[in-house]
Nanobody
Framework: QVQLVESGGGLVQPGGSLRLSCAAS????????MYWSRQAPGKRREWVSG????????NYPDSVKGRFTISRNNAKNTLYLQMNRLKLEDSALYYC?????????WGQGTQVTVSS
């Protein structure tokens, strides 16, 4: 079955960096667009990045553009999110997700806390 396992979250000071990973299995990773999203307590889930199947196209909302970089390693079935210049408002549970045949799949998430 489809499995997405995020890791790499933690506590970081404002201005710091973190790199998230998402290990994928149970589907054709190299043929799937992938996404990162996040959800802070009391807020709606927010999309933060997307990447094409071979990684040649990426997209970001203005809130993270220029600070976050999504990438992938299809040989390792792994998705990444490099987050730089983190802000307090970036604190959230971060998920990777994929849309397959109309169904959306999510991992369990990894917590990112930005605090001084």
């Amino acid at each position: 079955q489809v499995q997405l396992v995020e890791s790499g979250g933690g506590l970081v000071q404002p201005g710091g960096s973190l790199r998230l990973s998402c290990a994928a299995s149970g589907f054709s990773f190299s043929r799937s667009q992938m996404y990162w999203s996040r959800q802070a307590p009391g807020k709606r889930r927010e999309w933060v990045s997307g990447i094409s199947e071979i990684g040649d196209t990426t997209n970001y909302p203005d809130s993270v553009k220029g600070r976050f970089t999504i990438s992938r390693n299809n040989a390792k079935n792994t998705l990444y999110l490099q987050m730089n210049r983190l802000k307090l408002e970036d604190s959230a549970l971060y998920y990777c997700n994929v849309l397959l045949a109309g169904d959306e799949y999510w991992g369990q998430g990894t917590q990112v806390t930005v605090s001084s």
